[in-house]
């Protein structure tokens, strides 16, 4: 069995989407990317966790602009995935995600969440800290 990849030649040409990164000074928690059809506003918009840190639960409030599968997940600072789930969303509007502290040890934490719709594919991410 061969498990080499095919490569493109270097005389072919070829092209990538590009992708917006957007981030800012002034809220140090969300890092945000997209990739889409050109013009269309960001599929996905998220607040700062709140509380932030927090001992028992914490809330993100999240906005799709459109039907969308949302997906989540939970980094510990090994980068390890320790939660994730997926939802699916009929259309546009304003959802809030909880999230419990269940058997997450004091720390910092990252988290990823991304909404892929139609014509957009949106992900940001950031970071929360658990205290006793």
Same mark, same amino acid.
């Given at each position: 069995m061969?498990?080499?990849?095919?490569l493109?030649? #270097?005389d072919?040409?070829v092209?990538f989407e590009p992708?917006?990164?957007?981030?800012? &000074? #002034?809220?140090?928690?969300?890092?945000?990317?997209?990739e889409? *059809?050109?013009?269309?506003?960001?599929?996905?918009t998220?607040?700062?966790?709140y509380?932030?840190?927090?001992?028992?639960?914490?809330? *993100?409030?999240?906005?799709l602009?459109?039907a969308?599968?949302v997906?989540?997940?939970?980094?510990?600072?090994?980068?390890?995935?320790?939660r994730?789930?997926?939802?699916?969303?009929?259309?546009?509007g304003?959802?809030?995600?909880?999230?419990?502290r269940?058997d997450?040890?004091?720390g910092?934490y990252?988290?990823?969440m991304?909404?892929?719709?139609m014509? *957009?594919?949106?992900?940001q991410a950031?970071?929360? &800290?658990? &205290?006793?």
């Amino acid at each position: 069995m061969d498990d080499r990849k095919e490569l493109v030649p #270097l005389d072919q040409n070829v092209a990538f989407e590009p992708l917006k990164v957007k981030g800012s &000074m #002034l809220d140090p928690y969300i890092l945000s990317f997209e990739e889409g *059809i050109g013009g269309e506003e960001s599929g996905l918009t998220i607040t700062d966790p709140y509380p932030n840190p927090f001992s028992v639960e914490t809330h *993100i409030t999240y906005r799709l602009v459109g039907a969308s599968e949302v997906r989540f997940r939970l980094y510990n600072n090994l980068g390890q995935v320790i939660r994730s789930f997926s939802e699916k969303h009929e259309g546009p509007g304003e959802y809030t995600l909880t999230l419990k502290r269940e058997d997450l040890l004091p720390g910092l934490y990252f988290f990823q969440m991304e909404a892929v719709g139609m014509n *957009i594919r949106s992900q940001q991410a950031g970071r929360i &800290m658990v &205290m006793d």
